[in-house]
């Protein structure tokens, strides 16, 4: 996949309103997002009906890979949504200090926070290199799948 | 009794639990992909949490989320509804360690039925007739001579590896046996890469009739009759009845009291309980044979529903939770006579397209005797990645010809637009001469489409 490709994708999605957008092939993985997302949902929708945009082929990855930078020039806050379902916790346990706060500086391996399932403890990464702007979900509360965790403006 | 229940569940079944769950005053948990997040089961539920993606893979067949789920909301049981997990041993066992109770049968008495090979040897052991065939693989020519003659013409050739209606040759005699069984050996080898065939016996019109059970966990186990599910086309049921028409012909007249005793024997030899269906094809000479049991409450329970007076997945409820079963067979009237439509988003004038979309108008019929359960309303968009029916229609009458004549009525109140449904299909057949004179089998709508399609739906809607 050379750039023409990658720029008839960003194109795509911007004609349709798509916000992600994940390939997976042999030796090759890209996942783009365009910046100002809102929502569990990775679709603009008008008002209460999901629009789904069907131009371009979606393939789910299973491990989520680095994004690559958002390609419209008005970047907003992104978000770090919650992969699974469990307990959010800020901190690695309840003494020690969160992980990340507003002004953190994240890189794609950085831990935010851990989401607790079934008694085991899974730490959740930042995926994305940015400074964290808005911690949106609360300590101890359940969170669902999708649901945004954090606001991070993307470096 | 259970406080919470999640349902494990999407579409018009969940919905149906969820009205179970309210009638019991019991909290409700939905679940939902992010295609379902407009679903009306999502609406009407107390909570509602999201468990990934639209395609069933990353939501509704995610255990650990399904799991995760039921432990932040805290529940006591899980219903699985039909189709997803709910006839997936492996799911109860997991619900059953993590102290949630699973709505449903065991695990071990979904082992019991796992697969045709461990079925049938059940069934043969509960001393109910299966369709007589081959022990396993029919390897040379002069053994399938000998099953052949054993069992008797006409018989189908099949292949091991096949499926869904895959790999199947019939036989009337000896001449075209070897010539079938040398072709279909050869077609198998080519198409799935097994040349392993066996045979069994072909039953023409056949007939499919099943008998609902309801088992508690103190050992009673009762059946509640029986529907008669031949109209299908390629092997989806579309329209279902209850009571069926063809034990009204001369000789099938004591057929419904000998299936339904063994429809009970097969459900006691699996030590069955909650509820489930016995599947039974029946020839034309009052013949019958287990065919498989279905080991969760069915997409067409409402029909016997309407004619026994018993809310089934209420049942399903109260016995999950430990209490007795308080109908006993000599309590079960069949009263009056039910028929079920199922609609599909599919265009019956395009061969059955499927067509998801957004619904535009939607009125749905009402009046004495007329149930809807659907998920469906004006605006709702059919997400694309799960099977395309949308609602089930159900009516009830005093007798067969009451109820099609309900029915007719009510299919034509039936307003959805922006979608293509099966209604003008269904209408055809209810106007149809056999099937009003209840003379049909499993070949019904094939033989109806056969003969000029779209001028027959047309001229008969």
Redesign the interface.
């Known amino acids: 996949m050379d750039l023409k490709d990658i720029k008839a994708i960003i194109d795509l999605m911007k004609k349709n309103s798509i916000s992600e957008f994940e390939l997976e092939k042999q030796e090759f993985k890209i996942r783009l997002k365009r910046g100002n997302l809102n929502g ?3 679709y603009d929708d008008a008002p ?3 629009q ?1 945009a069907t131009a371009a082929p979606v393939a ?1 990855l299973p491990a989520p890979v680095a994004a690559a930078a958002p390609a419209s020039a008005t970047s907003g806050d992104a978000e770090i949504k919650s992969p ?4 959010l916790y800020r901190s690695p346990s309840p003494e020690a200090a969160p992980y990340v706060d507003i002004g953190s500086e994240v890189g794609p391996d950085t831990v935010v926070c851990i989401i607790e ?2 008694k085991v403890m899974n730490e959740i990464k930042a995926e994305t290199r940015g400074i964290i702007t808005a911690v949106v979900a609360e300590n101890s509360k ?1 969170v ?4 945004a965790l954090f606001k991070i403006r993307p470096l | 009794m259970f406080e919470k229940v999640l349902i494990a569940n999407r579409g018009e079944i969940a919905v149906r639990i969820i009205r179970a769950c309210k009638e019991l005053n019991i909290r409700t948990v939905a679940v939902y992909s ?2 379902d ?2 679903s009306m089961h999502v609406q009407m539920a107390d909570e509602a ?5 639209g ?1 069933s893979k ?2 509704y067949l995610r255990i ?2 399904l ?3 039921a ?3 805290d529940v006591d049981a899980i219903h699985p509804g039909y189709g997803f997990l709910s006839e997936n041993a492996h799911f109860a066992d997991v619900c059953e360690s ?1 102290n949630i109770r699973f709505i449903g049968p065991s695990s071990r008495a979904m082992n019991a039925m796992e697969d045709k090979q461990v079925s049938r040897a059940l069934a043969k052991k509960a001393g109910v007739a299966t369709p007589p065939g081959s022990e396993g693989m029919v390897e040379s020519e002069q053994e399938a001579l000998t099953t052949a003659k054993k069992i008797g013409y006409p018989v189908m050739i099949k292949a091991i590896a096949g499926g869904g209606g895959r790999g199947m040759r019939v036989a009337h005699n000896d001449i075209s046996m070897i010539k079938g069984f040398h072709t279909c050996r050869s077609e198998a080898e080519k198409a799935f890469g097994n040349a392993g065939v066996y045979i069994e016996k072909f039953i023409e019109n056949p007939h499919h009739i099943e008998f609902q059970i309801l088992g508690d966990t103190r050992g009673n186990l009762i059946h509640l009759g029986e529907r008669d599910c031949s109209i299908q086309r390629r092997n989806q049921k579309l329209i279902e009845e209850s009571p069926s028409p063809l034990f009204d012909r001369k000789d099938f007249r004591d057929l419904r009291k000998k299936m339904g005793k063994a429809a009970l024997k097969i459900a006691e030899a699996a030590n069955y309980t909650s509820a489930g269906t016995v599947e039974f094809i029946v020839d034309d000479k009052a013949n019958y044979y287990f065919l498989e049991m279905n080991k969760r409450i069915q997409v067409e329970h409402p029909v016997t529903e309407e004619v026994t007076g018993v809310d089934l997945v209420k049942q399903m409820i109260l016995i999950a939770a430990g209490e007795q079963l308080r109908i006993s067979q000599g309590d079960l009237t069949a009263r009056g006579h039910a028929i079920e439509c199922r609609i599909n988003a599919e265009d019956p004038f395009d061969d059955f397209r499927p067509s998801p979309g ?1 619904i535009d108008m939607y009125y749905a019929p009402g009046g004495p005797g007329v149930r809807i359960d659907s998920h469906a309303y004006a ?1 709702y ?1 059919i ?2 990645y799960y099977d395309s029916m949308i609602s089930k229609l159900i009516v009830w009458g005093r007798d067969r010809r009451d109820a099609m004549e309900r029915m007719s009525r009510a299919l034509s109140e039936y307003m959805i637009t922006g979608i293509k449904t099966t209604i003008p299909f269904e209408q055809a057949i209810l106007q149809d001469p056999n099937f009003r004179r209840g003379v049909y089998s499993t070949n019904f709508i094939e033989q109806l489409l056969g003969g000029g399609r779209r001028e027959l739906i047309e001229e008969k809607a």
């Open positions: 569990p949902a990775a209460g009906v999901p789904y789910a699974m379902i469990g307990t399932a079934m359940p669902e799948f999708g649901q | 992010e295609a997040a407009n949490i999201c468990i990934g993606k395609p990353e939501s650990d989320r799991i995760s789920a432990e932040i909301a993590c957004r605006g968009t997400p694309p």
